[in-house]
């Protein structure tokens, strides 16, 4: 009876609904789904994430580093900068290669840069998720291969193009970062329109499913969920804390990709009648792009390819990457670092946690 293939899936945080804890588990519920037996590391877990991991997937998370040997899996996924958390010393359960993918979703802080001691000793591949972040990568002197993953969508989002109203009666808000023109915005739109909203500000977390999508005429987003818009063919309006073009069109289709659909292409503040004036007057526009999107444009947001070439990609053997880690002279205050990033997520994360309870007690 032949083993059943292990995948460990590695990041900081795996706590609320929001971008690297979703990439994170679209990873498992790809892999789980192929027979894989998976184990999902993170500094922190929190209860929502857990919660979906463990129905969904029959996943418990850990946050014992001290457990983790990545050299006993067939392939690990990792973000944040936690591999120099894991034991390499060499064990009669390592296997002779591990492909080992190094995932990065953003280029502003230490957990998301690249270059590193850790990076470069151990990763076959880095997946960016955009063309901005791999450009990041390869100034910092990245020589690991880089594909562009572009926050690519799972198979379930994508479907036919399908009639529109003319003007939409149900919006979909997605966002952890509503500022205030945007909450002052919808305040308007539900004048006319039904409006509900998943993120920072709703009252309960939910995940953002292929129904959702499918049984809204409108996405106003940011991120990670502009990729479901486009795949579901509903019109997206893209505009968050950072701003943004507002509805896709040929002219701002390709600077918005390159930064990932952030908003950051083009930071035009708007205020909320403006917004919402925007939103209802140029609807037309949305739904056209989103008819005339080819279904070979939407396959570079297509996920499943991405993830069957992580499993199948060249990798060098696990004797070489142990050597190679001895040879790097910055593994030990790479370590350092790490554990030190750790250390402090966690202190404010309790600080956090004893504000919100003395909060609450003194109400």
């Not at 990729?227 to 701003?243: D, E």
């Not at 990932?260 to 140029?282: N, Y």
């Not at 008819?291 to 390819?305: G, I, V």
């Not at 190679?324 to 030990?332: G, N, S, V, Y």
Request: aromatic share 10%; hydrophobic share 40%.
């Amino acid at each position: 009876m032949s083993r059943r293939p292990r995948l460990l899936i590695a990041t900081n945080h795996f706590r609320d609904i929001a971008g690297s804890e979703v990439v994170a588990l679209e990873w498992a519920t790809h892999f789980h789904a192929l027979g894989y037996e998976i184990c999902l590391f993170a500094n922190s877990a929190g209860r929502t994430m857990a919660k979906l991991a463990a129905e969904r997937l029959g996943i418990t998370p850990t946050d014992d580093s001290s457990q983790i040997r990545p050299f006993t899996y067939d392939l690990v996924y990792a973000q944040h900068q936690v591999l120099p958390l894991f034991g390499y010393d060499e064990t009669a359960e390592d296997l002779q290669t591990t492909r080992i993918i190094i995932g990065r979703l953003s280029r502003r802080s230490f957990m998301e840069s690249g270059g590193w001691a850790y990076e470069r000793a151990l990763a076959d591949a880095v997946f960016a998720n955009s063309a901005l972040t791999a450009e990041h990568l390869l100034s910092v002197g990245v020589t690991t291969p880089i594909t562009v993953f572009h926050n690519a969508a799972p198979n379930a989002f994508f479907r036919s193009h399908f009639d529109k109203p003319a003007t939409p009666r149900r919006i979909t808000v997605v966002s952890n970062h509503l500022d205030p023109d945007v909450l002052g915005a919808l305040e308007i739109l539900k004048r006319s329109a039904q409006v509900q909203v998943f993120g920072g500000t709703a009252t309960t977390s939910t995940l953002v499913c292929p129904e959702i999508i499918a049984a809204t005429d409108l996405v106003i987003s940011i991120g990670k969920t502009v990729q479901y818009a486009l795949a579901s063919r509903t019109p997206v309006y893209v505009y968050g804390h950072f701003g943004g073009p507002g509805y896709l069109d040929p002219e701002n289709i390709e600077r918005a990709h390159r930064f990932s659909f952030t908003g950051r292409c083009c930071e035009r503040p708007l205020s909320a009648e403006r917004l919402a004036q925007e939103i209802l007057d140029q609807y037309g526009k949305g739904v056209a792009f989103a008819r005339a999107s080819t279904d070979r444009w939407l396959q570079t947001f297509r996920l499943e390819p991405y993830l069957e070439a992580a499993a199948t990609l060249p990798a060098r053997s696990n004797d070489e990457k142990r050597s190679a880690l001895k040879r790097e002279k910055m593994i030990p205050q790479e370590r350092l670092m790490a554990e030190h990033a750790r250390e402090n997520y966690l202190a404010v994360e309790r600080s956090a946690k004893l504000v919100h309870k003395f909060l609450v007690n003194s109400a």
